[in-house]
């Protein structure tokens, strides 16, 4: 928590205490060691819970490379992998986990990130995953598995979508117990399953805390802190922990009326990646309008953790990973994220909608134009479009950026 | 069906170039007055079964953007800085250009990329004709792929043709139709590979694409007619390279870059020009369920194209194409900001450079201004390859 205001510290139980676990997390999870083999997996509706129960460690080079970008890391890689072919307009996470753990051995100063003994491509949202594991199946020579997920495109997962799902999932189980002579077991799968429930349960909480006015919490900045458990973790004794931890510090923050700014003035929906390269300053630039960003769709690149209906089930093992799994923000079409931002807008009480395209995702991006247009002249809301990259620093133009967010605001409060 | 005659084809013929660029789709508009209550539906690249809505009397059309034909000034602001210009320009056409949006009763994009995909979601909040997303399966291994597909396939027709049943005997019509255009092509390529001389690739370009827009019975009869024109053609053998166009099986490069890769010297043997209009080089069964074969087809026999997933095999997929056409080198045209390309060629140019076999790399745009740079790359890359 950056800014508490007009509250004495020992009446606060849990200030910091979320970011301060989630700090650890991060820096246990590459601290372990490798005891297990190694999958890779790609964030968005993964079958995260599937691998842990067949006794995998699982890793997500996405979350891997979007680390080393927050902390000005990402260059190097980038440049590494472009030294080899990868071309200026290839996905930034691409370029930073070929760079870093294929090019450089994996070596980082959080630790050592291993390479993979299989990987899974969870091909939801995104079809540059496909090309991603593609290369990285030959760089590394391992087993791949494709697990396709179409995109969703009705308003209930269709059973035959479903169907082939569940076929696949029970197909990819059969062949790695084959491939690494493991024995899959339904009731770990349940207990993991279980531990995930519960974490989407709190996630999804931490969601509708931003109700509140002010709000206890930035949906957008110190959401994505909040991510790595829910993503990299889920399905964890630990994950699930975190989430009650953090729900404990938000309704602290909620009874002494603490938001992330001192005086909540702007209320506002973001959509898209952030600019990891230039995260602060981004951040800093709608704090110091006392902007709060209260609901946000990127923490929903897992999938839709605030709809209950789309969370793990270890009563619906297999149906609940398989309508998971379609509802990744990404794998979502336009007409789906439309209205979600219109919920968003409306029941969260915001004033306007902050849109970021990046360079590199255009799952995400093509398109946020259109959204800006149904915005601002189908909904009457205000919305804001900048661009730059989420692993790049040379696409990040900060004054650039920093005069439309001025103007922006600037502008909605000559409007009140 | 419209059964074309040789005197059909003397328009065509004359008129070849103003028909492939023609962003009024003046020839989909007359087929549509020619068939009442017909429909004409506009399919994205790569690959859309077209033989499925051919099924019901509909013309499917392949559509390639606006090319050189159209400036952006509104796509830019829907879809932002970094997207491909054939999105753009097929944007532009939905946003501004009339004679498109009334061409079409339908449309479908393939996830061939995020970009196509999305695009569906643009035009679907603009227009009141159904759009379909079609998801093709990306599983060759599941027994689960085939029955997906097929439903997919069905959900597509349904959306564009909800009160319309399907024959399967028009189906099997249709494939047995779509087969003769596939084997023309062969019958082309092949000629092309054993007398490149005789088939300037303009011409060949221009005799596929604009097939896009016509019936496929009027396209075969142009097939045949160009197949015997360039048989009889006493054109001169050049010293030029054979060589291997990849990477462009989406958006399609100008004409001038497509007239410069021959004028500097080369034969292209081999090319991903409109790849999605001849994805199989082998016949879909005639016989049996007419859908399971459609599906099968594309699961098993489809172009290896960077839009499909294929483990393990992108650099055998350019080294066999590079020996089938006994070529000495490979051009990688791939569009800008087009990822799947630009992914895959980083395997297949280390695939060629550890069998010793050059390439280049050219980008391109559909709206160029003056490609001396890209005469110089190909000229640079031809004279390495004549004085090794």
């Not at chain 1, 079958?47 to 460690?57: K, M, N, S, W």
């Not at chain 1, 004033?351 to 255009?362: Q, Y």
């Amino acid at each position: 928590m950056e800014n508490i205001v007009a509250v004495k510290e020992e009446d606060l139980q849990y200030a910091g205490a979320a970011r301060k676990m989630q700090r650890q997390l991060v820096r246990d999870f590459y601290r372990q060691d490798v005891t297990k083999p190694v999958v890779y997996l790609f964030v968005g509706g993964n079958p995260a819970e599937l691998l842990r129960a067949l006794g995998f460690q699982v890793y997500m080079p996405e979350i891997t490379a979007l680390t080393m970008a927050i902390r000005h890391q990402s260059l190097q890689y980038i440049l590494k992998a472009e030294s080899i072919g990868y071309g200026l307009d290839v996905c930034g996470y691409v370029k930073t986990d070929i760079g870093l753990t294929h090019l450089s051995g994996g070596e980082t100063d959080m630790g050592k990130i291993p390479r993979p003994d299989l990987l899974v491509c969870n091909y939801s949202g995104c079809s540059v995953y496909a090309k991603w594991w593609e290369a990285l199946a030959e760089f590394y020579k391992v087993p791949l598995i494709m697990l396709d997920i179409p995109y969703h495109r009705f308003n209930d997962p269709q059973k035959e979508d479903l169907e082939y799902i569940i076929g696949q999932l029970r197909e990819m189980v059969e062949k790695i117990e084959k491939l690494f002579d493991l024995t899959f077991d339904m009731n770990r799968l349940k207990d993991v399953l279980a531990y995930s429930r519960k974490a989407e349960d709190g996630w999804g909480r931490s969601f509708e805390m931003a109700k509140h006015v002010p709000s206890p919490i930035d949906a957008y900045f110190e959401s994505i802190f909040y991510m790595f458990p829910i993503n990299a973790l889920r399905g964890t004794k630990e994950a699930a922990e975190f989430y009650d931890l953090l729900n404990r510090e938000l309704d602290e923050r909620v009874k002494h009326g603490i938001g992330p700014v001192e005086n909540e003035e702007f209320r506002t929906v973001i959509e898209g990646v952030p600019p990891y390269p230039g995260y602060r300053s981004f951040w800093n630039m709608f704090k110091k309008w006392n902007a709060v960003s209260v609901a946000a769709t990127y923490p929903k690149v897992g999938g839709m953790f605030d709809i209950p209906e789309l969370r793990h089930d270890p009563a619906k093992p297999w149906e609940s990973i398989a309508r998971y799994s379609i509802f990744s923000y990404c794998n979502l079409s336009w007409d789906f994220r439309r209205e979600t931002i219109k919920r968003y807008l409306e029941d969260f009480k915001a004033d306007a909608l902050v849109i970021h395209g990046i360079k590199s995702c255009r799952s995400f991006t093509a398109g946020q134009g259109d959204l800006r247009d149904y915005v601002i002249n189908e909904l009457g809301y205000p919305a804001l479009y900048v661009e730059s990259d989420h692993q790049d620093p040379r696409y990040w133009a900060e004054a650039q950026i920093l005069n439309r967010v001025d103007a922006f605001f600037e502008a909605l409060r000559m409007k009140r | 069906m419209t059964s074309a005659t040789s005197s059909d084809l003397i328009p065509l013929l004359t008129n070849l170039q103003e028909i492939t660029y023609d962003i009024d789709f003046e020839q989909v508009h007359k087929w549509k007055r020619e068939h009442p209550g017909k429909k004409a539906i506009a399919t994205f690249p790569v690959y859309v079964p077209h033989e499925l809505i051919y099924a019901y009397g509909h013309l499917p059309v392949n559509i390639y953007g606006g090319g050189e034909e159209i400036s952006i000034s509104h796509a830019d602001a829907i879809l932002g800085s970094f997207i491909c210009s054939i999105s753009k320009s097929t944007t532009e056409l939905l946003l501004s250009h009339q004679p498109f949006r009334d061409a079409f009763d339908g449309f479908v994009f393939p996830f061939i990329c995020d970009v196509a995909r999305n695009l569906s979601g643009i035009f679907g909040r603009r227009i009141s004709q159904p759009v379909y997303m079609l998801h093709l399966a990306q599983n060759v291994q599941s027994e689960h792929s085939i029955p997906y597909l097929k439903n997919e396939f069905m959900r597509m027709v349904s959306t564009l043709f909800p009160d319309e049943q399907l024959d399967l005997e028009k189906l099997r019509d249709a494939i047995s139709k779509y087969n003769e255009n596939r084997a023309l092509y062969k019958k082309i390529y092949e000629l092309r590979s054993e007398t490149p001389w005789k088939v300037p690739l303009d011409d060949l370009y221009m005799t596929i694409r604009v097939g896009s827009n016509l019936d496929v019975v009027k396209h075969n009869e142009l097939l045949k007619s160009k197949l015997s024109e360039y048989e009889k053609n006493e054109r001169p053998k050049k010293d030029a390279i054979r060589v291997v166009v990849t990477g462009n099986f989406c958006e399609q490069p100008p004409l001038d870059i497509i007239r410069l890769i021959e004028q500097v010297g080369c034969y292209v043997i081999d090319d991903d020009f409109m790849i999605g209009r001849r994805f199989y080089q082998t016949p879909v069964s005639e016989e049996g369920d007419p859908i399971e074969a459609l599906a099968r087809h594309y699961l098993h026999e489809g172009a290896k194209t960077a839009t499909r997933f294929h483990e393990g095999e992108k650099g055998e997929v350019i080294l066999e194409r590079v020996k089938n056409a006994n070529a000495e080198g490979v051009i990688f045209l791939t569009a800008k900001f087009c990822e799947p390309a630009l992914d895959d060629l980083v395997l297949q140019q280390q695939a060629l450079q550890e069998n010793g076999i050059p390439s280049v790399h050219i980008e391109f745009e559909e709206r160029g201004s003056g490609y001396e740079n890209i005469r110089l790359s190909l000229e640079t890359f031809v004279e390495s390859l004549l004085f090794d």
